[in-house]
């Protein structure tokens, strides 16, 4: 008996002393009444009746719902990245076929990587990385075939072999074309053959 009353008296004091910290606000209007574990009512102050509350639930705090999702829908619309690597990649077929290669697959999309052009020079099948930069402030355009990248086409043309049998007996060759200054009359165009070993 004793603790419970020195439960309540701990009470009426919390609920007291809050009440004089508000400019004595809320002293009887505002109390509620809560019961102990025992079920004797106890009197706390309004925000104290919602801390015993939240004590006394078990229950963990619910998250706020998740907000859908939206899909990325392709909107037939391409951004100005997409122009220029579309301008580079034509420029840099047009230099193929200048230089006597037969395209034979542009854009080969797989979730594993896109080969941007596949070309026949003679009995070797060339799978050709497109690079286009503005600059060559951060190494030019053949440094950013890093390893990943190299990876990445590896298991590309891996999958264009298995899809196609036809270039099954073909030796495979990868280069790298650097386009720059798409905008002149006459874009400036590098060829690195053998870029990387397979």
Known sequence: MESKT?????ARQQASELASARGGRGQATGSRSVQDADGQALSLAPDESHQARARETSAPARRPPRKARRSRVPTGRRTLQQ???QRAEDIAADFLRENGLRIVERNFRRRLGELDIVALDGDVLVVAEVRYRASNRYGGAAASVDGRKQQRLIRAAAQL???SHVFS?????FDVICVSETGAATPRVEWFQHAFLT
């Open 169 to 173: 007996h073909f030796r495979i060759r």
């Open 161 to 163: 072999l298995q899809r």
């Open 6 to 10: 020195t439960l309540e008296q701990d």
């Open 83 to 85: 122009q220029i690597g």
